[in-house]
């Protein structure tokens, strides 16, 4: 795995350099000392996964992953703060509380290396360099902050000027359009049902006829879904029925 270390802390990062030359699969391609200087960094050497302090100075960790088009792998590398791990308590996020304790550090960096494994199956079967389930996306809204794996996404929704992200139990709005999100997801798996929603395939319950030759579409979390007559035919031809 290309790891990028960000931390501000000369000390934090050498410290951290020194416990990851034990893991084999684990390659260090770099560091950074500040959120500028990570993004830059990141957009460079590409990095499969990174460790990332919260607090720095000017932009905090929180901050850059919000700039990030497509984001690596994150585990937060964080001295303890109590308001910042509590934003997060909630949610699928590896974080490690300095000084970082090395069997905490080896648990982490397993589950990152079986998960990018997966996303590296998908990409084999998948070259067009589109999301699949396996990657993971960084949505806030407000002072609340969620890292979600697309697998985990039932329903994309038009909402106003943004679009509200169903999962869990959670109903959060992002800024980015259902157009751009269509282009950038897998057509395998996300189904653009009518001009307001994006559905997750995966996670559909049962299908019924609707009006006009069009279907309803019921997903495990409660929502139904009217599929256009457009999409209907679209739809009937990817399910092959």
């Known amino acids: 795995m290309k790891t990028l270390i960000i931390d501000d802390s000369r000390l934090a990062r050498n410290e951290l350099k020194r416990l990851l030359k034990e893991f084999d699969n684990v390659q260090i391609i770099g560091e950074a000392a500040s959120a500028d200087e990570a993004k830059e960094k990141i957009g460079e050497l590409k990095p499969d996964l990174i460790f990332l302090d919260i607090q720095m100075p000017g932009k905090n960790g929180f901050q850059l992953l919000e700039e990030l088009e497509v984001l690596p792998e994150v585990i937060f590398s964080t001295a303890y703060d109590e ?126 006829p609707w009006f006009s030759g069009s279907l309803r579409i019921y997903l495990k979390g409660g929502e139904e879904i009217d599929v256009s007559r457009r999409q209907t035919l679209k739809f009937k031809e990817l399910m092959s029925f």
């Open 83 to 208: 308001h910042a791990l509590k934003a997060f308590e909630y949610n699928a996020l590896d974080y490690l509380v300095k000084p970082v304790q090395k069997q905490r550090l080896a648990g982490s960096v397993a589950k990152v290396f079986d998960k990018i494994k997966k996303k590296e199956a998908d990409q084999n079967e998948n070259n067009d360099n589109l999301l699949t389930i396996h990657d993971q996306v960084f949505v806030k809204d407000g002072e609340r902050c969620w890292f979600v794996q697309l697998s985990d996404i039932r329903l994309f929704e038009v909402s106003g000027n943004y679009t509200t992200v169903y999962f869990d139990t959670s109903k959060p709005m992002i800024t980015r359009t259902l157009n751009y999100l269509e282009s950038r997801l897998d057509d395998k798996t996300f189904f653009r049902a009518n001009r307001q929603q994006i559905i997750n395939l995966k996670w559909i319950e049962r299908i019924e």
